[in-house]
Each structure stands twice: as C-alpha cells, then as structure tokens.
C-alpha cells in the first residue's frame, strides 16, 4: 500500500504500539512519529505523501483542535484520525469539526484500529465517526450544553487539587486534567478562577 504515515502521542507505550501496526500496514520505512504536535510538524515538512496522520487528542501544548488544524495547512494530503482516551461526546465533536476523519477511542482493539486506518487509506470517504469500545457510529452533534455531565461534576470541584477530584470521582488525575483542559476551552477561559467565576454565574460550582 503506497504513501506513508505520520504518528503524534506523547505516550511512549502507546506510540510504539502505533508503530508497529503501522508498519505492518505501510511497510518498515513508512513510518515516523513524534511526542509533540510541534515535533509532528517539523517531520512533515521532510516526508513524502502522507496519507494518514495518527494524532493524541489530549497533547500538552498545543491544543487538540490547534493540532489538527496545524497538521491540515501542513499535510494536506493526509487524513487524520484523532486518538484519545477521552469517552466525551463535546471531544469527540471538536476532534471531527476541527477536520478529524474519525475520533477513535484508545481502548479500541488493534484489529478495529487496523481496520479504521485501512478504510482511510482506501480512500474511504464515508460520513466522520466516532469509535469507542461499543462500537462506531456517525457523529450527531448535541448542543444542549456548553459542558458535559463529567466536566460539570469536575467544574464544581475546581477548588480541590487534580488529584483529589480524581479520587472523589474516581478518575485519574491525567483525566481530571484533560476534563480541565476541556473546560477551559469551552468555557474560552484561561484559568481555574475563572471558570469558577463563570460557574458562579452559571450556579453550578459548589463554591456559589
């Protein structure tokens, strides 16, 4: 199968697991990847026809949506699929609109991985989806609400430390951060203060 690929996660476990299913698809020499969306970049400018980019949703740094758009203007010859360990709906809506071919859970088997990358690099030019450990489905938008329930739950803790919301909500602290981090776009605030400052005004922080 012609082209090459590109694959962009900051975990070293999981990048190489990429790695080598990649180039059991493309071949030995068709595959690079990087920790950063920045690194990402300046290793596109040096490979040739890219036809699919790997990108973690949750890099720190550049934001997601950021990264996607970046490796667009860069690459734009590659489809990409986004990565993330993030089951929210308001994510996997921002990945796609932002130009994500699909929005793939990260505990998704190899071989639905497999398949959803091979589909792409068919030229597979079915409707965006969203691929989760139940299964794969069309994107439906739904704007009820600015927030989810989990980062509603996450925005009336912010006074706590990370850790500790993690452990009343029984979350890992790296996914307390990605919800904060989340809430903080959506909310197109900078800081923990204000997101309560517009909780506040919402009623729904704890600290109202």
Same mark, same amino acid.
């Given at each position: 199968?012609?082209?090459?690929?590109?694959?962009?996660?900051?975990?070293?476990?999981?990048?190489?697991?990429?790695?080598?299913?990649?180039?059991?698809?493309?071949?030995?020499?068709?595959?690079?990847?990087?920790?950063?969306?920045?690194?990402?970049?300046?290793?596109?400018?040096?490979?040739?026809?890219? +036809? *699919?980019?790997?990108? @973690? $949703?949750?890099? /720190?740094?550049?934001?997601?949506?950021?990264?996607? =758009? %970046?490796?667009?203007?860069?690459?734009?010859?590659?489809?990409?699929?986004?990565?993330?360990?993030?089951?929210?709906?308001?994510?996997?809506?921002?990945?796609?609109?932002?130009?994500?071919?699909?929005?793939?859970?990260?505990?998704?088997?190899?071989?639905?991985?497999?398949?959803?990358?091979? +589909? *792409?690099?068919?030229? @597979? $030019?079915?409707? /965006?989806?969203?691929?989760?450990?139940?299964?794969? =489905? %069309?994107?439906?938008?739904?704007?009820?609400?600015?927030?989810?329930?989990?980062?509603?739950?996450?925005?009336?803790?912010?006074?706590?430390?990370?850790?500790?919301?993690?452990?009343?909500?029984?979350?890992?602290?790296?996914?307390?951060?990605?919800?904060?981090?989340?809430?903080?776009?959506?909310?197109?605030?900078?800081?923990?203060?204000?997101?309560?400052?517009?909780?506040?005004?919402?009623?729904?922080?704890?600290?109202?």
């Amino acid at each position: 199968m012609p082209g090459s690929a590109l694959i962009i996660d900051d975990h070293p476990l999981y990048r190489d697991a990429l790695t080598q299913l990649l180039k059991a698809i493309l071949g030995e020499t068709s595959v690079a990847s990087a920790n950063s969306a920045e690194e990402g970049l300046r290793l596109g400018e040096h490979l040739v026809d890219v +036809r *699919v980019v790997l990108l @973690d $949703f949750g890099l /720190p740094g550049m934001s997601g949506t950021e990264a996607i =758009g %970046a490796v667009m203007r860069k690459l734009p010859g590659a489809s990409i699929i986004a990565v993330s360990a993030s089951e929210e709906r308001r994510d996997a809506g921002a990945a796609l609109r932002a130009g994500a071919k699909h929005f793939v859970s990260k505990a998704v088997g190899t071989d639905v991985l497999a398949a959803t990358i091979r +589909r *792409v690099l068919a030229g @597979d $030019f079915s409707a /965006p989806e969203w691929i989760t450990p139940a299964g794969a =489905g %069309a994107f439906e938008p739904d704007d009820d609400s600015p927030l989810t329930p989990r980062q509603l739950e996450i925005l009336s803790l912010l006074h706590l430390p990370n850790k500790e919301i993690g452990l009343r909500l029984g979350l890992a602290e790296v996914t307390v951060k990605m919800h904060v981090s989340a809430i903080f776009r959506v909310l197109e605030v900078a800081n923990r203060t204000q997101a309560m400052q517009v909780g506040r005004r919402l009623s729904l922080s704890e600290t109202a």
